[in-house]
C-alpha cells in the first residue's frame, strides 16, 4: 500500500516520552503522571443513570443530535457562559471535539490554497487537521498582520492549551472585526472556558460583548471532557454560525458521524445539572493550589496559566532536560516544544491527577 496523508504527518508526541515515563515508573513512590491531562474523576451518578436509561437504543443516531440535547447545549451556554440569541439549529454534537478539530478543514473542502492560522503555541491537532486536509498552514498569533491573501480559518483557543492565557473580551472583538472584513472563519476552541482562575475571567467568541449577538462566521467549539469528566464517553459540540452549521451536518451525515445516542443522553444530563459541573471546577483548583506554589518554590517561573487546567512552567533551559529533571523525581510532564517551536524552553504540567498524586508531587518537588 502506499504511503498516504498519513506519512505526511508528524510523529505523535507523546510517542517520544518512552524513555522517560520509564524512568518516572521507577520512582519507588510510583510515578505521577501530569504529562496528557486526562480525566481522572468519576463520571457523575446523574450522568451514568441518563447512559444507562438510554441504553436501549438499536436504531441509528440523530446526525444533528436530538432536540434535547441540542436545547439543553443552547440552555447551558446560556446558563454558564451567557451566551444568548443562539438558535437550537446552530447546534451540532460531535464525536470528541478532537475529532471535529482534526476533520474540520477537511470538513469545509479547504485545500492546498488555503491557509488554516493557529496559535504561536497550540493544541497539535490544528496543524494536524489542515495537514490531512492539504492546506497550508501558519502559527501566528496577530493574523491580522499576516502578508497575503486572508486565511480561510483562523483557530482561537482561550483559555489556552498549553498556556492557559486568556484572550480578552476586547481582544476578541478587535479579532472578530478584523475577521468580518476579510471573511475569514473563526473557530474558537472553548473547551476550558469554565476553568478560569484568574482575572480576566474567560469570555465565549459568542459572547454579546464579543460579537455583539451577531454569530455570523464564529464558530464555538465545547467540550464535556474537562467539566463533566466525559473524555471517555467521545462527547462535545460545536455552536455559532448556523448556515456553517448546517454545512457541516450536511458532510457529517454522509461521512456516518454520529454519536451514539445514549451519549446525546448523558450529555443532556450533563448539560442540564450545573451542580457536578462545579464540584469538579473545585477539584482543580484546589489541585491548582497546592501544585502551583510548590512549582514556584522549587524554582520554576509559572507564566500565563491564568486558565485551563495545565501550568506552563520555566527553568530556563531545554524542554527536555527539564522534563528528564521531573522524570528522575517521579513526575512526567510534557515538554513545551510539542506545542511549538517557542515552547522549547517550557513545560506543561496537568492538573488532571488524583488529590493524593498531586500532593505527592508537590512532596517531591519540596
Not at 23 to 37: M, N, W, Y
Not at 68 to 85: D, F, N, P
Amino acid at each position: 500500500m502506499r504511503g498516504g496523508r498519513s506519512a505526511a504527518l508528524p510523529t505523535f508526541p507523546w510517542d517520544t516520552l518512552a524513555e522517560v515515563t520509564a524512568l518516572a515508573r521507577a520512582h519507588p513512590d510510583g510515578i505521577v503522571d501530569l504529562s496528557v491531562g486526562t480525566p481522572v474523576d468519576p463520571v457523575a451518578p446523574v450522568i451514568r443513570e441518563a447512559l444507562a436509561a438510554a441504553s436501549s437504543a438499536p436504531g441509528y443516531p440523530t446526525t444533528a443530535g436530538t432536540p434535547a440535547l441540542r436545547a439543553s447545549a443552547v440552555a447551558a451556554l446560556e446558563r454558564r457562559y451567557h451566551i444568548t440569541g443562539l438558535a437550537e439549529s446552530a447546534i451540532l454534537p460531535v464525536i470528541g471535539t478532537k475529532e471535529l478539530i482534526a476533520w474540520l478543514p477537511s470538513l469545509l473542502g479547504l485545500g492546498d490554497q488555503d491557509v488554516v492560522v493557529i496559535p504561536e503555541l497550540a493544541y497539535p491537532t490544528y496543524e494536524v487537521g489542515a495537514r490531512l486536509a492539504g492546506a497550508q498552514w501558519v502559527r501566528s498569533d496577530t493574523p491580522g498582520r499576516l502578508e497575503g491573501a486572508p486565511p480561510a480559518l483562523v483557530y482561537l483557543n482561550s483559555p489556552s492549551n498549553p498556556t492557559g492565557a486568556i484572550t480578552t473580551a476586547d481582544e476578541l472583538r478587535a479579532i472578530v472585526g478584523w475577521a468580518r472584513e476579510n471573511d475569514v472563519l473563526l473557530v474558537s476552541d472553548e473547551c476550558y472556558l469554565g476553568l478560569g482562575w484568574d482575572d480576566p475571567a474567560p469570555v465565549s467568541v459568542l459572547h454579546p460583548a464579543v460579537c455583539d449577538g451577531d454569530h455570523r462566521g464564529l464558530l464555538a467549539v465545547h467540550s464535556l471532557s474537562k467539566t463533566s469528566s466525559l473524555a471517555g464517553y467521545r462527547a462535545g459540540f460545536v455552536a455559532g454560525d448556523a448556515a456553517v452549521v448546517a454545512e457541516l451536518l450536511a458532510v457529517r451525515k454522509h461521512a456516518g458521524m454520529m454519536v451514539p445516542t445514549p451519549i446525546q443522553a448523558a450529555m443532556v444530563a450533563a448539560l442540564d445539572d450545573d451542580v457536578h459541573e462545579r464540584e469538579q471546577r473545585d477539584r482543580y483548583a484546589g489541585r491548582r493550589a497546592t501544585l502551583l506554589p510548590a512549582m514556584r518554590a522549587a524554582g520554576f517561573t509559572v507564566e500565563l496559566s491564568q486558565g485551563g487546567l495545565y501550568l506552563w512552567a520555566t527553568r530556563g533551559e531545554s524542554c527536555r532536560s527539564t522534563v528528564a529533571w521531573l522524570a528522575e523525581r517521579g513526575i512526567l510532564v510534557a515538554p513545551g516544544e510539542f506545542y511549538g517551536p517557542s515552547g522549547a524552553q517550557h513545560v506543561r504540567v496537568a492538573l488532571t491527577a488524583t488529590d493524593e498524586r498531586i500532593a505527592a508531587a508537590a512532596g517531591r518537588l519540596g
